[in-house]
Nanobody, 123 residues
Framework: VQLQASGGGLVQAGGSLSLSCQAS????????IGWFRQAPGKEREGASC????????YYADSVKGRFTISRDNVENMFYLEMNNLKPEDTAVYYC?????????????????WGQGTLVTVSS
């Protein structure tokens, strides 16, 4: 099982970026998907996840209304659309699958992690 994240980069505050995660080795349509992020000097934070069991989606309060998670089970990919980016969104973003995402709650223990992609938002 491998996850390959891409799409990070440098963007000005107020701009947008779209992150992608390609899964290989298994089918995404049986698993929860999600994105974590870790800013410099801060703890890792679960940004968003989508449950395959109850169809719910979780967003951290810090990204709610600006980020959108989506999946394409045919292409075996999922995405994080990030709009109105802020300097505090600067972090390494990790795509994850197969973990606790249910009833609008996102846990920390996901079985599969991508390598991370850096998002830098300049002020």
């Amino acid at each position: 099982v491998q996850l390959q994240a891409s799409g990070g980069g440098l963007v000005q505050a107020g701009g947008s970026l779209s992150l992608s995660c390609q899964a290989s080795g298994y089918s995404l349509d049986e698993y929860a998907i999600g994105w974590f992020r870790q800013a410099p000097g801060k703890e890792r934070e679960g940004a968003s996840c989508n449950s395959i069991h109850d169809g719910t989606t979780y967003y951290a309060d810090s990204v709610k209304g600006r980020f959108t998670i989506s999946r394409d089970n045919v292409e075996n990919m999922f995405y994080l659309e990030m709009n109105n980016l802020k300097p505090e969104d600067t972090a390494v973003y990790y795509c994850v699958t197969d973990g606790p995402c249910l009833l609008g709650v996102m846990g920390n223990v996901f079985d599969h992690w991508g390598q991370g992609t850096l998002v830098t938002v300049s002020s």
